[in-house]
């Protein structure tokens, strides 16, 4: 079991800045991947970024690509999502995940294994 946990959300005006971190605990040595993706009001969860996290490309949301920036700390507990230049449009709850499998896509909800509660981002036009 991993155990994700988000924090970093908030209501920002057009045009700033936030930083959402996810900290795992638990088994965390069996994670391949760590993503990020986001819900709406009356939609579906779409993706946001993602990466492997030993090594390979970051993929991003063309919506997003750009302005967001996902990481990762030395350590290999934490995953960061640097968020730039808010528009409105990116209002929703992000959540963090991770999968165990080297075999779907990164990209793909249905890659992943375990999920964070969320955390709101709220921005102002």
């Known amino acids: 079991q991993i155990q994700l946990q988000e924090s970093g959300g908030g209501l920002v005006q057009a045009g700033g800045s936030l930083r959402l971190s996810c900290t795992a605990s638990?088994?965390?040595?069996?994670?391949?991947?760590a993503g990020w993706f986001r819900q709406a009001p009356g939609k579906e969860r779409e993706f946001v970024a993602a990466?492997?996290?030993?090594?390979?490309?970051?993929y991003y949301a063309d919506s997003v690509k750009g302005r967001f920036t996902a990481s990762r700390d030395s350590v290999g507990n934490t995953a960061y999502l640097d968020m730039y230049v808010l528009k409105p449009e990116d209002t929703a709850v992000y959540y963090c995940?991770?999968?165990?499998?080297?075999?779907?896509?990164?990209?793909?909800?249905?890659?992943?294994?375990?999920w964070g509660q969320g955390t709101q981002v709220t921005v102002s036009s």
């Open positions: 995940a991770a999968s165990t499998s080297s075999l779907g896509d990164i990209r793909a909800k249905d890659s992943y294994d375990y």
């Open positions: 638990g088994e965390i040595y069996k994670r391949y991947a």
């Open positions: 990466f492997p996290w030993r090594a390979g490309n970051t």
